[in-house]
T-cell receptor, first 116, second 114 residues
Framework: EPEVTQTPSHQVTQMGQEVILRCVPI?????FYWYRQILGQKVEFLVS????????KSEIFDDQFSVERPDGSNFTLKIRSTKLEDSAMYFC??????????????FGEGSRLTVL | DQQVKQNSPSLSVQEGRISILNCDYT??????FLWYKKYPAEGPTFLIS?????DKNEDGRFTVFLNKSAKHLSLHIVPSQPGDSAVYFC?????????????FGTGTRLKVLA
């Protein structure tokens, strides 16, 4: 069964360092997303990506964040200068198109980011 | 702006009984509602969905009910099994100006007691 894969599973970094989280979405999906979940809190939307551009982003997704689909298979989330409050589980998701909009989200297992 | 709310952070149910998880929303423009289940250290997985034009959708042990006038939906699991113990997220989807966005609730932790 196709699945969304994410690397690394866990990354520990120092505050101020750059971090890149990688995702390989399901191959025939067209919509890509990043969500995050701070421990014990809700799953928060960061950004959606379609047709090689950002289609929507939340207020969390500020200038420190960027996304890229560099080679047609990977979908990356970069945090330029990490802050303590960026510590969270980051989930990548992808979906196929459905009449009237994107379909069901398929999530990866997450990348845990710990900022010290 | 909490558009999707799950007011019960946790729920415990005996095995074999019905589990009812509730979700309220504020935006009447949502097109679809979905339930996702999440085990620890895993990503959320899709469980069941319902279109805003319907009031019920059933899939095996899982049924979702939508009450548009009350802006409320619920997930019924019957009979509940220990393997159903997980965090359940309600999600709402809307198309806004050609973009697509899912909004998740805060989750309800279900514990099914053997």
């Amino acid at each position: 069964e196709p699945e969304v894969t994410q690397t690394p599973s866990h990354q520990v970094t120092q505050m101020g360092q750059e971090v890149i989280l990688r995702c390989v979405p399901i191959s025939n999906h067209l919509y890509f997303y990043w969500y995050r979940q701070i421990l014990g809190q809700k799953v928060e939307f960061l950004v959606s990506f379609y047709n090689n551009e950002i289609s929507e982003k939340s207020e969390i997704f500020d200038d420190q964040f960027s996304v890229e689909r560099p080679d047609g298979s990977n979908f990356t989330l970069k945090i330029r200068s990490t802050k303590l409050e960026d510590s969270a589980m980051y989930f990548c998701a992808s979906s196929h198109i459905l009449a009237g909009g994107p379909g069901i989200l398929f999530f990866g297992e997450g990348s845990r980011l710990t900022v010290l | 702006d909490q558009q999707v709310k799950q007011n019960s952070p946790s729920l415990s149910v005996q095995e074999g009984r019905i589990s009812i998880l509730n979700c309220d929303y504020t935006n009447s423009m949502f097109d679809y509602f979905l339930w996702y289940k999440k085990y620890p250290a895993e990503g959320p997985t899709f469980l069941i969905s319902i279109s805003s034009i319907k009031d019920k959708n059933e899939d095996g042990r899982f049924t979702v009910f939508l009450n548009k006038s009350a802006k409320h939906l619920s997930l019924h699991i019957v009979p509940s099994q220990p393997g159903d113990s997980a965090v359940y997220f309600c999600a709402a989807f809307r198309v806004t100006s050609g973009t697509y966005k899912y909004i998740f609730g805060t989750g309800t932790r279900l514990k099914v007691l053997a």
